[in-house]
């Protein structure tokens, strides 16, 4: 595994276990975190060789570390020499440039420093009081994100008039986004039905596309709709897998006259299976003839809409009353990053809110802050604005424009190789940096044969440990999803997938 097998181990600094124990001695946290970070930038420099999927079997850990933690301390170096003899060959590396499955999780330097650093400090700030620079900070990164986004100012936490209506929250994931946004929703709706009884939650009801992340129909139920009444409305070829405004309407008016409240419609832009692109407007004007709350989900493609060329798919979103993205897909921010917006932030606080005596302090009942514990489900957060902030404060406009167009360029080279190849087929059009092909079926070649000719074409691809790409079924096709992001990835990590897919190709079909 080249350097980051170089460090042997010093057993000459084993601790003493009857002296006092220190856990952040300073010359230890010194020492520790040079070798991590030492590590660290060893791994990035050798993750490109290094197969991207892993060859263990489940329980290999435990056969290979102790399943029971030690009585007495070790080494910090023997900790690391298990860390790269034991748990990297088991990673599956969504950092190699060679890792196209799923959409990118991307990294940067100043990322994993803000991230570094936020664990250190630790703070929990559910209160603006608990940490005033934490709120701040996740306050003035949000802000600025919106900027980015050119999103309304009613999203804003502060404009140039002063505190805004809107507001912001850094979570975790979008799964965390739709649960907090459907109990809003949810509160809202039985409140205009001049009820709160739990006894009207039956009568709710909720809209996506097909193409909805899955995690969407789990938060409804979490949040306590009715299954029966989890509208999944179909979509195809002719609207490129988006969201038809016009088939919404008809579900929303025949669920409104059977005596149902059409209560939130979930738009998307960039699903996960295709790239599909909601159309956002369209859907917000729909569910305003219903009083209906509009959530966007642009977890991925949000990052792209920071440039201009692609602005246009968030064009509606002064009309909807939430969205949400996650950086940490797209916008070099590590794990987890993703920002919520709302465009009246009482409507969740209101749903969300705890006010405990022992929370209870000048500033919050000042009125003049934002205690973010009202904006998600638990109350301990973690200090998340850091990183973001220091990714956009560290790198600027200019540079994460330029990533995501290289990135958007790299996937429309691939698409030209595709498309130059007649065995294979684009089966949607290329949306942002995500191209969706397959074989295609040729001479006496089934559609079933194709789609087994696929499955056949990634399993081959992703034991060679060069490539990873993870699949879909679109129009009921088994198609190949090959997502360009990866931080480390250049045209040439691109034009090598190829040239492998080619190669495999070439080894099924002949």
């Known amino acids: ?69 030690p009585t007495h301390s070790a080494s910090f170096d023997v900790t690391m020499k298990e860390l790269r003899t034991s748990v990297v060959p088991g990673m599956t590396h969504w950092a190699s440039p060679n890792f196209f499955a799923f959409f990118p999780s991307t990294n940067s330097a100043a990322a994993i420093a803000g991230d570094l650093i936020a664990s250190a400090m630790n703070t929990v700030g559910f209160t603006w009081q608990a940490s005033p620079a934490a709120t701040e900070m996740e306050v003035l990164a949000l802000d600025w994100l919106a900027q980015l986004l050119r999103l309304p100012t009613t999203f804003m936490n502060r404009t140039s008039t002063g505190r805004g209506t809107g507001g912001g929250v850094i979570l975790g994931t979008t799964s965390e986004a739709m649960l907090v946004t459907l109990v809003a929703a949810r509160d809202a709706a039985l409140h205009r039905s001049g009820s709160v009884r739990v006894s009207h939650l039956p009568r709710l009801a909720v809209y996506a596309a097909d193409q909805t992340h899955s995690t969407f129909f789990k938060a409804c139920r979490l949040a306590g709709f009715d299954p029966a009444n989890i509208r999944s ?65 642009a977890a991925y493609a949000g990052s792209a809409c920071i440039c201009p060329e692609f602005r246009h798919h968030l064009d509606g979103v002064e009309h909807v009353d939430s969205i949400s993205m996650s950086p940490h897909k797209w916008l070099l921010t590590c794990l987890d990053c993703t920002c919520l917006y709302v465009r009246d932030a009482h409507r969740l606080s209101d749903s969300l809110e705890t006010n405990p005596e022992y929370l209870k302090n000048d500033a919050t009942e000042s009125g003049e ?11 301990g957060r973690r200090f998340r604005g850091l990183k973001l902030w220091m990714v956009m404060r560290t790198y600027g406009t200019a540079k994460l424009q330029e990533h995501i167009r290289s990135d958007v360029a790299m996937a429309k080279m691939f698409e030209d190789f595709v498309r130059a190849d007649n065995r294979f087929e684009v089966v949607v059009p290329r949306n942002f940096a995500l191209v969706c092909f397959r074989i295609k079926p040729s001479g006496a070649m089934t559609e079933e044969d194709a789609d087994e000719a696929n499955r056949v074409l990634m399993e081959n691809l992703n034991k060679t440990g060069k490539a990873y790409l993870a699949h879909t079924v679109v129009g009921d096709k088994f198609v190949l999803r090959f997502a360009v992001g990866s931080s480390l990835q250049q045209e040439r990590h691109v034009t090598s997938a190829w040239d492998l897919i080619k190669k495999t190709t070439s080894g099924i079909m002949d």
């Open 369 to 379: 802050v934002t205690d973010l514990k009202d904006m998600q489900v638990g109350v």
């Open 1 to 69: 595994m080249g350097s980051l097998d170089a460090n042997p181990v010093s057993f000459s600094a084993f601790p003493d276990d009857k002296a006092v124990f220190e856990p952040l001695n300073p010359e230890d946290v010194r020492a520790y975190l040079h070798k991590a970070v030492d590590f660290i930038s060893d791994y990035y420099t050798n993750v490109e060789s290094m197969p991207v999927l892993p060859n263990v079997k489940p329980g290999y850990l435990q056969d290979e570390l102790s399943a029971s933690p």
């Open 233 to 297: 409305i179909p979509t195809g070829p002719e609207t490129n897998y988006g969201l038809n405004p016009s088939k919404l309407l008809e579900v929303m008016q025949a669920d409104a006259d059977a005596g149902l409240v059409p209560t939130y419609v979930c738009a998307t832009v960039g699903t996960t299976s295709s790239n599909a692109v909601d159309p956002v407007g369209a859907i917000a004007d729909v569910a305003a003839m219903f009083n209906a709350w509009v959530h966007v989900d």
